[in-house]
């Protein structure tokens, strides 16, 4: 593609999960029944103003059948550059994956591949790797290397998904360092997660290659675009947004708007047995000072302050900045009056209450 046609900036927000199929099988099971590849799309396209929107668990045949039925309608078309049309918005195909190594806990994988075919041809190797193959961010029965390999060679994109959080994040509870599991040449950006930012991120060396992204990991509707990534792009496809994370030919992030990281779920260390966020701030608590309990959840400003190798946060000098955003629906309408001042973005309309953000 030349370099010097027109780039416009889109909005993208890459992590979203189907709930159920239009047949009424459940997809993700902890996702909202509303949640159908045709609902996405509408939700992005009329009232979200998202362009371009990654819709997680493609890899189900029950929402590709879906799919098929969106294309066959005439109601969506699938675009050259890879990627479904509907309307002004695109949609991208992915899936999220569970792997467990020796290493550490289980960790989320997501996988992006550029058009309906390819995504089909993943679900055939996926298939007896999985238990159930219908069902979202399963556990796989590979390593992290393996599928990464495989889904390479079929065209595809791997992104480690929120990659700090203690729950099923690789940074958070996996390994120390990304290129223990994966080859780091291999992977296409980074998802942040709900309790981190550019500025933590910043204290590891080895994530100064890549793109970041803040994707909202929606499991309800009203969870669209609560996080999202201004991209600049000649036109919202898989071939365009795969230029932009690698920088290619002026495509480029713009920003990310993200939660302000201490709004997120695990940001500090967390006691499951009194239910209490604790400061991890100066050294890492190994059992809870109020009550005595070692069942601590490592909170991701703690792990990161574990992991970093360098006393300050360096970005290099590509890296776009990082808006900070509180949910309105974070505001109960007293605490909204004092809110005030206090930079509240909702520039994507984010709606619902505030849930297993992560
Ligand atoms: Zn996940
Ligand atoms: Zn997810």
């Known amino acids: 593609m030349s370099g010097n046609c027109k780039l416009n900036p889109y909005f993208a927000d890459l992590h979203v999960h189907i709930g159920r199929s239009e047949s009424g099988q459940p997809i993700k099971i902890s996702g909202s029944k509303e949640l159908t590849f045709r609902s996405i799309a509408r939700e992005a396209s009329q009232r979200k103003g998202i362009q371009l929107i990654g819709i ?14 969106c294309l066959d309608s005439g109601e969506m078309v699938e675009v050259a550059g890879g990627g479904i049309r509907y309307g002004d918005t695109t949609l991208l195909l992915g899936t999220e994956m569970e792997v467990r190594e020796s290493t550490g806990g289980p960790f989320h994988l997501l996988g992006y591949l550029p058009d309906l075919k390819s995504m089909m041809e993943w679900t055939s190797w996926m298939k007896p790797r999985v238990t159930n193959i219908t069902l979202s ?20 994109l791997l992104i480690p998904a929120h990659v700090f959080t203690p729950h099923r994040g690789l940074l958070g ?12 040449a291999g992977i296409a950006a980074i998802e942040l997660g709900l309790s981190a930012d550019t500025e933590m991120a910043g204290y590891l060396s080895e994530l100064d290659r890549y793109s970041f992204l803040t ?21 919202p496809s898989f071939q365009e947004w795969a230029m932009a994370l690698r920088g290619e030919a002026e495509r480029r992030i713009l920003a990310n708007y993200g939660l302000h990281p201490q709004l997120g779920k695990y940001h500090t260390t967390f006691c499951t047995s009194c239910n209490k966020a604790l400061s991890d701030k100066s050294s890492p608590l190994s059992v809870c000072p109020l009550c005595g309990s070692a ?64």
Not at 137 to 156: C, F, H, M
């Open 56 to 69: 997680i668990d493609c890899h189900s045949p029950a929402v590709q059948t879906d799919i098929m039925n």
């Open 137 to 156: 961010s399963q556990r796989i029965r590979v390593t992290a290397a393996e599928l990464q390999a495989e889904l390479l060679a079929r065209g595809g």
């Open 215 to 235: 994707n909202s990991d929606a499991h309800s509707t009203g969870m669209i675009g609560r996080e999202c990534n201004e991209l600049l792009l000649a036109e």
């Open 173 to 184: 509870c996996a390994a120390d360092r990304l290129d223990e599991l994966l080859d780091p």
């Open 295 to 358: 069942k601590l959840v490592r909170g991701v400003s703690g792990r990161i302050a574990q992991l970093a190798d360098r006393e300050n946060s360096v970005q290099p000098a590509n890296r776009p900045p990082y808006r900070q955003q509180v949910p309105l629906s974070f505001f109960s309408w007293s605490g909204a009056r004092h809110a005030g001042s206090a930079a509240v973005r909702n520039r994507n309309g984010n709606a619902g209450a505030p849930s297993s953000a992560s």
